[in-house]
Antibody
Framework: EVQLVQSGAEVKKPGESLKISCKGS????????IGWVRQMPGKGLEWMGIIYPGDSDTRYSPSFQGQVTISADKSISTAYLQWSSLKASDTAMYYCARLSTGGWGDYWGQGTLVTVSS | EIVMTQSPATLSVSPGERATLSCRAS??????LAWYQQKPGQAPSLLIYAASTRATGIPARFSGSGSGTDFTLTISSLQSEDFAVYYC??????????FGPGTKVDSK
């Protein structure tokens, strides 16, 4: 069974750093792109960027380029999303999704809620 | 960037009725369109890909149609578990995919 399990909720202060994770199982993790999606409170879905764990090829949506870093460690079937300096506007639910060969998200993680508040 | 729009923003439907949701792209995305369902407090889940192909386990009451810039998701006979927000997503410009703003289907 394909599963993506994300790390737990985080509460951080502005300016702090953070790295959240997404661990895949039940499939060849290195062979599928992983995407990250942001959902701000009460809002819709936003495509942040993707990574191919097999070779760490990473692509970012222009809105998120330079704002976050996406990485992966295929040896432990885990993808990451990190911030070097959080802002209050980073408060959101973050989802990872396995991307099919065509580009749609066929399996999703349960989400990680990130709250940034002073 | 391809901009996706969805209408209506909210659709009020009674159980057993037909629901028709629209999605439009600012330029052609061919058939590279997916639909997702998101229930409150849950992650999105895939319903339809390639504009009209149901994902594994999706009931036949869900159907997708369209190509180019105009797409439709139809729920033929709405069940109580179908009240949710529905998003379309284009992946024609992969890796620069974009979502629509969503249509909320609620109870009339």
């Amino acid at each position: 069974e394909v599963q993506l399990v994300q790390s737990g909720a985080e509460v951080k202060k502005p300016g702090e750093s953070l790295k959240i994770s997404c661990k895949g199982s039940g499939y060849s993790f290195a062979s599928y792109w992983i995407g990250w999606v942001r959902q701000m409170p009460g809002k819709g879905l936003e495509w942040m960027g993707i990574i191919y764990p097999g070779d760490s090829d990473t692509r970012y949506s222009p809105s998120f380029q330079g704002q976050v870093t996406i990485s992966a460690d295929k040896s432990i079937s885990t993808a990451y999303l990190q911030w070097s300096s959080l802002k209050a506007s980073d408060t959101a639910m973050y989802y990872c999704a396995r991307l099919s060969t065509g580009g749609w998200g066929d399996y999703w993680g349960q989400g990680t809620l990130v709250t940034v508040s002073s | 960037e391809i901009v996706m729009t969805q209408s209506p923003a909210t659709l009020s439907v009674s159980p057993g009725e037909r629901a028709t949701l629209s999605c439009r792209a600012s330029q052609s995305v061919s058939s590279n369109l997916a639909w997702y369902q998101q229930k409150p407090g849950q992650a999105p889940s895939l319903l339809i890909y390639a504009a009209s192909t149901r994902a594994t386990g999706i009931p036949a009451r869900f159907s997708g149609s369209g190509s180019g810039t105009d797409f439709t998701l139809t729920i033929s006979s709405l069940q109580s578990e179908d009240f949710a927000v529905y998003y379309c997503q284009q992946y024609n410009k992969w890796p620069l995919c974009t979502f629509g703003p969503g249509t909320k289907v609620d109870s009339k």
